[in-house]
């Protein structure tokens, strides 16, 4: 079984922290995600990467940054967290390769709360 | 960018059928999703339909494709109270790099 894990399931922090939000996947997976849900707005990407130091712009990068040292590891960072940055935040994998069916294999999500 | 439209609530009763419809923008989509996610959980992939196709069945899923609309619709038959969750859909277009854009999801409560 796939298993992507996600170093915590609630977290609360206060504005102008810095916040590390990890991921770890155990299937050799090429592309990993970072996504934030909200209510009614579905999953939006911030950031992916599909290789080790490699790194693409999603579609709300803004305020968030990432790192991949490690193929199985890829962090979400706020350098300065503000309220409207509360949300869900979901990490993903994928096998990649250009494989024409890539399926996401998603953690359980951390709840972040930052007051 | 290309969009993805779900309604975000139905409810229906124990054993009745159930309907969770999407509209979608992308005329180039090549997968589309269905993805579930139960309280407290990630999402977990449910059923995918490829775009040649119009239907696909898996027990109790029936997954419509109406490429010519962009409609997608998932029918649960018999549905049951362990069917309570949201219920995302997705599209991927191989042109673009296989992103998935997401709806926003819609709630399902079932009733005993």
């Known amino acids: 079984d796939v298993k992507v894990t996600q170093s915590s399931r609630y977290l609360v922090k206060r504005t102008g922290e810095k916040v590390f939000l990890e991921c770890v996947q155990d299937m050799d997976h090429e592309n990993m995600f970072w996504y934030r849900q909200d209510p009614g707005l579905g999953l939006r990407l911030i950031y992916f990467?599909?290789?080790?130091?490699?790194?693409e712009k999603g579609d709300i990068p803004e305020g968030y940054s990432v790192s991949r040292e490690k193929k199985e590891r890829f962090s979400l960072i706020l350098e300065s967290a503000s309220t409207n940055q509360t949300s869900m935040y979901l990490c993903?994998?994928?096998?990649?390769?250009?494989?024409?069916?890539?399926?996401?294999?998603f953690g359980p999500g951390t709840r972040l709360t930052v007051l | 960018g290309e969009d993805v439209e779900q309604s975000l609530f139905l409810s229906v009763r124990e054993g009745d059928s159930s309907v969770i419809n999407c509209t979608y923008t992308?005329?180039?989509?090549?997968?589309l999703y269905w993805y579930k996610q139960e309280p407290g959980a990630g999402l977990q992939l449910l059923t995918y339909?490829?775009?040649?196709?119009d239907m696909k069945q898996d027990q109790r899923l029936t997954v419509l494709l109406n490429k010519k609309d962009k409609h997608l619709s998932l029918r649960i038959a018999d549905t049951q109270t362990g069917d309570s969750a949201i219920y995302f859909c997705?599209?991927?277009?191989?042109?673009?790099?296989?992103?998935?854009?997401f709806g926003g999801g819609t709630r399902l409560m079932v009733k005993p």
């Open positions: 997705a599209e991927s277009n191989n042109n673009a790099g296989n992103m998935l854009t």
């Open positions: 990467s599909y290789d080790v130091k490699m790194k």
């Open positions: 339909i490829f775009s040649n196709m």
């Open positions: 993903a994998s994928s096998f990649g390769l250009a494989r024409s069916f890539d399926e996401q294999f």
């Open positions: 992308d005329s180039s989509s090549t997968y």
